[in-house]
């Protein structure tokens, strides 16, 4: 099995600590655990599927007129320690443009509004893209495959601010291979992948 590149986190891993914090300790720190799940495999399949449609779909999804799309940008960050692959970046007009600027989009395999979870992993990819492109983001969209519908997400100074914080409590979790408490609703662990590890939950 792969192991963790211990040297920057994932996106997801900002997404996922939200969540539940055990789930990104588990990954890291206890690696050779955890399974892959249909759930992930669909989702990836859902998202490569979803570029297709992409390129034929207009940006007005996204309040644009015209853009210059990137598909599947890796993106990594030594200064933040981290690393991922973003679903979309539109630079507007152009990336080459003196005054170019930003939209990051994230795709979701889900109908359900965005919580505050998924708004953070879009505020990561907002921070990542300014550090690896040097050009502004100001406005991030989650579009909902199931739906075809695109939900804002603005990248607030209380959005970023909430990124960066928790990359330093991801990152001090992996250091000092902490426990971190468990989500305060339970409901969150009936269908997860290491309910077994929790046994001071369920």
């Known amino acids: 099995m792969m192991m963790p590149d211990l040297d920057t986190i994932e996106v997801s891993d900002i997404k996922q600590w939200r969540y539940c914090?055990?789930?990104?300790?588990?990954?890291?720190?206890?690696?050779?655990i955890r399974p892959k799940t249909d759930l992930m495999r669909q989702g990836a399949a859902s998202h490569r599927a979803e570029e297709d449609r992409e390129e034929r779909r207009s940006l007005r999804t996204y309040g644009l007129k015209s853009g210059e799309r990137f598909f599947h940008v890796y993106l990594r960050s030594e200064r933040l320690g981290v690393r991922g692959i973003l679903d979309l970046a539109i630079a507007i007009p152009n990336r080459?443009?003196?005054?170019?600027?930003?939209?990051?989009?994230?795709?979701?395999?889900?109908?359900?509004?965005?919580?505050?979870?998924?708004?953070?992993?879009?505020?990561?990819?907002?921070?990542?893209?300014?550090?690896?492109?040097?050009?502004?983001?100001?406005?991030?969209?989650?579009?909902?495959?199931?739906?075809?519908?695109?939900?804002?997400?603005?990248?607030?100074?209380?959005?970023?601010?909430?990124?960066?914080?928790?990359?330093?409590?991801?990152?001090?979790?992996?250091?000092?291979?902490?426990?971190?408490?468990?989500?305060?609703?339970?409901?969150?662990?009936?269908?997860?992948?290491?309910?077994?590890?929790?046994?001071?939950?369920?």
């Open 96 to 202: 080459s443009d003196p005054a170019a600027k930003v939209v990051v989009v994230d795709y979701k395999d889900s109908e359900q509004k965005a919580g505050p979870h998924f708004k953070l992993q879009v505020g990561a990819y907002a921070l990542l893209i300014e550090d690896a492109w040097g050009l502004p983001v100001e406005t991030g969209w989650i579009y909902h495959i199931p739906l075809r519908k695109a939900e804002k997400v603005p990248i607030s100074p209380q959005l970023r601010q909430n990124v960066l914080e928790t990359i330093a409590a991801v990152q001090k979790a992996i250091q000092t291979e902490a426990l971190p408490a468990p989500p305060t609703s339970r409901a969150m662990c009936v269908n997860c992948e290491f309910r077994r590890f929790c046994n001071d939950v369920v």
């Open 21 to 32: 914090p055990r789930v990104v300790w588990y990954t890291y720190c206890l690696p050779s």
